[in-house]
């Protein structure tokens, strides 16, 4: 079985599962890829998980693998029976297909919300929701999460070569980082594959525990990389004042933008989520 897949789209769009005996026509801006027929399942769906990574540097490599993410399901359980492939509830599992299914169920619960039946039964699950599931099912979580994590280094080195020669020609690149979504599905046997890398993944929320994970990685990136508050505002008057005291002939005595460090104090220590 192979998936057809548009190169530039994302959400589930334009996607199709195509079974042994069908043919497709050659068609530009599409790629088709092996579909893993057997992939593990939480209670008879088929699920996939969206793992959050940040590279502050590729030359030398240092990544951080958000410890939280989001576990998707699909709203149908799964099966490959005959016409079952053109079931995108049963064989996708993004959120923005999923949501559409009558079967979905929000995950409405949060840091500090108690776990309902209705969050037990939702389509989007915690890593914690999974590590405990897995347990239930005598499965190693931490064996699982090992593999995830050499397939996450795995991919990052071999795009290495290829980000690195195109940093050394941009102006600052001492000062980027990024933040990639990685979709990971797991098969039958536990083995993680990767679906896609996602550079801007979304960050809206569609729950408390999405806005929970999302404001995290937010946070967190933010302190890894070392962003300082700054109020551009009072930036520009502090220039003004500062240029208007020279045309008067007067040398400011104080050359440092004063205002930049007046937010050094506001941050909280960082709750560090991320795994180097
Ligand atoms: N090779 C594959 N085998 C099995 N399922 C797949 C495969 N590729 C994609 N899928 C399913 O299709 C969904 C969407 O695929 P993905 O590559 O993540 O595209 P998109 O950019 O639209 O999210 C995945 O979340 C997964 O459920
Ligand atoms: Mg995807």
């Known amino acids: 079985m192979y998936i057809l897949k548009p190169t530039a789209s994302s959400c ?10 069908q043919s497709v026509n050659k068609r530009p801006g599409y790629l ?3 579909y893993l027929s057997k992939p593990h ?9 969206r793992i959050y990574v940040l590279v ?6 240092k990544a951080y693998i958000f410890t939280q993410g989001l576990v998707r399901l699909a709203t149908v359980p799964y ?9 995108r509830f049963i064989h996708l599992t993004n959120f923005s297909v999923n949501k559409k299914s009558e079967t979905y169920v929000k995950n409405t619960g949060g840091a500090d919300k108690p776990k309902t039946e209705e969050d037990e039964m939702s389509f989007k699950w915690s890593f914690d929701q999974l590590r405990a599931e897995y347990k239930k099912m005598g499965i190693d979580s931490d064996e699982v ?5 050499l397939l996450i280094i795995k991919t990052l080195m071999a795009v290495e070569p290829q980000i690195t020669t195109a940093m050394r020609t941009t102006k600052h690149r001492n000062q980027c980082f990024e933040v990639y979504g990685f979709d990971v599905i797991i098969d039958a046997k536990l083995r993680p594959w990767l679906l896609e890398v996602n550079v801007c ?12 994970v999302k404001t995290l990685l937010l946070c967190d990136t933010l302190h890894l990389v070392g962003y300082r508050l700054f109020d551009r505002k009072r930036i520009d008057d502090d220039k003004k004042k500062e240029n208007k005291q020279r045309l008067l002939g007067f040398e400011s005595k104080n050359k440092q933008p004063k205002s930049t460090q007046d937010f050094d104090d506001l941050g909280e220590t960082p709750k560090l989520s991320l795994k180097h």
């Open 32 to 34: 088709i890829s092996k």
């Open 12 to 21: 589930g769009r334009g996607i199709r599962v195509i079974g042994k005996k």
């Open 145 to 149: 999460f090992k593999n995830i994590r």
């Open 41 to 49: 399942l939480l209670r008879g769906y088929k699920y996939d998980m």
């Open 56 to 61: 502050t540097c590729f030359e030398p490599l």
């Open 79 to 87: 099966s490959t029976g005959k016409g079952s492939l053109k079931k």
């Open 201 to 212: 993944p979304s960050l809206s929320s569609s729950s408390p525990y999405d806005k929970q």
